[in-house]
């Protein structure tokens, strides 16, 4: 089992639709949770961070469920400017900020 | 502030040739990280730092080398490049003083071919 999996998509939403993605990870451990946006070439940026209790920016919402160990991102309204892939990243808590990162989710949305 | 910059932003080597990939970052961060992402496969880590003068190698360090002679730069060296190392390549840094210290920054990354 990889350590971080996600659906690649494309997932194809019409604007203004609400999308969710999830992301499982196999180390109950992992302390440390984030949802990155990539663009076509070019660098993951952060979106959000994931904390325990959730939490919401704007129209992105992120949600930990550490019982079934998954991570959710749900976008309301999508914008036609939301394309792109979303990454997500687990720490793997071995006492060092090291991240890994999910192969990422696809999302294309269409006026 | 520039953040997280890298040099160069393209470069197409020849199977053996060497080469130096430049990270630099202004944001005062302790760690650094070397990435390279392939279709498919993701961010894979190919080495780290942890502070100046300190480095440790990640998933796949084969055929790679780094330094952290100063804390802002973090270089990667290629020594006899191969095709199997063209893929994008991504710089990333982090602080581990900040309430959010695992969030990590990256930079624009390079694009290497290696033919």
């Known amino acids: 089992r990889k350590e971080v999996e996600q659906d690649p998509g494309p997932f194809n939403v019409p604007e203004g639709a609400t999308v969710a993605f999830n992301c499982t990870y196999s180390n109950s451990a992992s302390q440390s949770f984030f949802w990155y946006r990539q663009d076509c070439r070019k660098e993951p940026k952060l979106l959000m961070s994931?904390?325990?209790s959730g939490n919401e920016d704007g129209r992105f919402t992120a949600q930990l469920n550490r019982a079934s160990q998954y991570i959710s991102l749900l976008i309301r309204d999508s914008k036609l400017s939301d394309s792109a892939t979303y990454l997500c990243?687990?720490?793997?808590?071995?006492?060092?900020?090291?991240?890994?990162f999910g192969t990422g989710t696809r999302l294309l949305v269409s006026p | 502030n520039a953040g997280v910059t890298q040099t160069p932003k393209f470069r197409v080597l020849k199977t053996g040739q060497s080469m130096t990939l430049l990270c630099a970052q202004d944001m005062n961060h302790e760690y650094m990280y070397w990435y390279r992402q392939d279709p498919g496969m993701g961010l894979r880590l190919i080495h780290y730092s942890v502070g100046e003068g300190t480095t440790a190698k990640g998933e796949v360090p084969d055929g790679y080398n780094v330094s952290r002679l100063k804390k802002q730069n973090f270089l990667l060296g290629l020594e006899s490049a191969a095709p199997s190392q063209t893929s994008v390549y991504f710089c990333?840094?982090?602080?581990?003083?900040?309430?959010?210290?695992?969030?990590?920054?990256f930079g624009p990354g390079t694009r290497l071919t290696v033919t």
């Open positions: 994931v904390y325990s």
């Open positions: 990333a840094s982090s602080s581990w003083t900040s309430g959010s210290s695992y969030e990590q920054y």
């Open positions: 990243a687990v720490n793997l808590n071995t006492g060092f900020q090291k991240l890994v």
